[in-house]
């Protein structure tokens, strides 16, 4: 394990930020290859990092995307005192602000509402290249949230013709607590937003599809809205990915009994009408017994070109990352038994938010390590056997920190198509949440 402070060591690009009163965006570009796997790319801001300061408040990054052209994208929200905002940056391959979006490479944002997160985003490319947020709002910060979509064009402006004045606040029938942090463009640029939602006392797997317009797509279920049910227990849909046919995929938690004690890893296959597709085990729905335990929390995925299905989140105290067949049921070749835990060595715990496909097969999860106290930044790339890659930081992970005793975790991971990584998510200093 290579633990380093402010330095990092794989070509790719870490999106971190730290500040005081203002909100900052560091990106951090790390080396893919096997000679230099794991140190920062000094062609990305002369150091790997590119600080960026936003106005005030604490502000949290979740998602990123990158443009055809090399920009990238880090999302996330900004909290103040009596509000929340959606929080936006653009950089240049070079790390620098692209002022082409909004004037200063930043946009703050909402869904309609007072109080707005923004939890996931997709950039489709092509087409009108606009970028799409999602998460959800409130009046108030202890409000009923609704599920939030909003569409930015090119310049960092709100697209007027999507909803209303750029966004759609979305709520399901008698939900109290609608939350969406997936989303995915389809090919027909119907837009594809997944969390979950309140029934019947309990939380279920929800998705929306909406129209090029913001409305609701009423071809799909009948009004545009599905929610799906495991165990009669509480359901948390974290992710969601389009596959080459049109059938809908959607990843996160679901609890196996009252107590909310023992959690799996859950999968749904939703057919492009939203009706559930039983050629995904016989029901469309799959819980991952092998993943079970009392803090289990299956956060994102990624596909193979082989429809195989790469899901990563939190076991225990581990990382842990497992693979699935395209029709459901763990794939045996990959870990034991389709699943591998990752623990970080002399750490006192970990767990990934985020997967990525490089080229080759080999699987990038990043996240943390850490506990309750202080955690760090971590990336890990494991061979498509499941096992750590010792070609990468000599273990296979690398760990990433700015200071001691501090929260710093990677919420988001990308490839470029140079085979350079980014990495974004936040990281605190003297009590401040920034961008990471």
């Not at 870490?14 to 140190?39: D, H, R």
């Not at 999968?267 to 085990?281: K, N, V």
Request: glycine letters at 16%; proline letters at 3%; charged letters at 20%.
């Amino acid at each position: 394990m290579n633990t380093s402070t402010r330095s990092f060591h794989t070509h790719h690009r870490i999106l971190l930020g730290f500040g005081l009163s203002t909100a900052a965006v560091l990106a951090l570009a790390l080396a893919g290859n096997a000679q230099t796997a794991g140190t920062l790319d000094d062609n990305f801001s002369s150091d790997g990092v590119a600080n960026i300061e936003f106005t005030s408040g604490d502000v949290s990054g979740y998602a990123l995307s990158i443009r055809q052209d090399g920009d990238i994208y880090i999302a996330g929200f900004q909290n103040l005192a009596d509000a929340e905002n959606i929080a936006i940056a653009r950089l240049n391959p070079d790390g620098g602000l692209d002022t082409g979006f909004d004037g200063d490479g930043k946009v703050l944002g909402t869904f309609g509402q007072d109080y707005a997160r923004g939890l996931g985003m997709a950039y489709p490319g092509g087409g009108s290249g606009d970028l799409y947020v999602v998460g959800y709002d409130s009046e108030t910060s202890s409000g009923t949230t609704n599920f939030g979509t909003a569409r930015f064009n090119n310049l960092g402006n709100p697209v007027t013709g999507f909803g209303t004045n750029g966004s759609v606040s979305t709520g399901f029938t008698s939900g109290i607590d609608d939350k969406a942090w997936g989303v995915a463009i389809q090919s027909d640029d119907r837009i594809v937003v997944a969390g979950y939602t309140t029934a019947n006392g309990q939380l279920d797997f929800a998705v929306a599809r909406y129209l090029t317009d913001g409305t609701l797509d009423n071809s799909f279920s009948f009004d545009g809205k599905v929610a799906v049910d495991f165990n009669g227990y509480n359901d948390f849909a974290h992710d969601v990915e389009i596959q080459p046919d049109g059938k809908i995929l959607v990843a996160g938690t679901s609890l196996v009994n009252s107590s909310g004690v023992e959690r799996r890893y859950s999968l749904m296959r939703l057919m492009p009408d939203g009706t559930l597709d039983p050629s995904f085990t016989g029901d469309g729905k799959y819980q991952i017994e092998a993943t079970e335990g009392p803090t289990t929390d299956g956060w994102n995925m990624t596909i193979r070109p082989d429809g195989k299905i790469i899901m990563a989140g939190i076991k225990g105290t581990n990382g842990c990352v497992v693979r699935v067949n395209a029709d459901g049921g763990l794939d045996t070749d990959f870990g034991t038994n389709g699943v591998t835990e990752f623990a970080v060595s002399g750490a006192t715990g970990a767990g990934f938010y985020a997967a990525a496909l490089q080229i080759d097969g080999k699987v990038l999860c990043a996240g943390y390590d850490g506990d309750a106290n202080a955690s760090n930044l971590l990336l890990a790339r494991f061979l498509e056997s499941g096992a750590p890659d010792p070609d990468f930081s000599n273990d296979g992970a690398v760990t990433f920190s700015f200071a001691t005793g501090i929260f710093e975790t990677a919420r988001d991971v990308l490839v470029q198509p140079d085979g350079k990584i980014v990495i974004g998510g936040n990281t605190e200093l003297s009590g401040a949440i920034q961008f990471a």
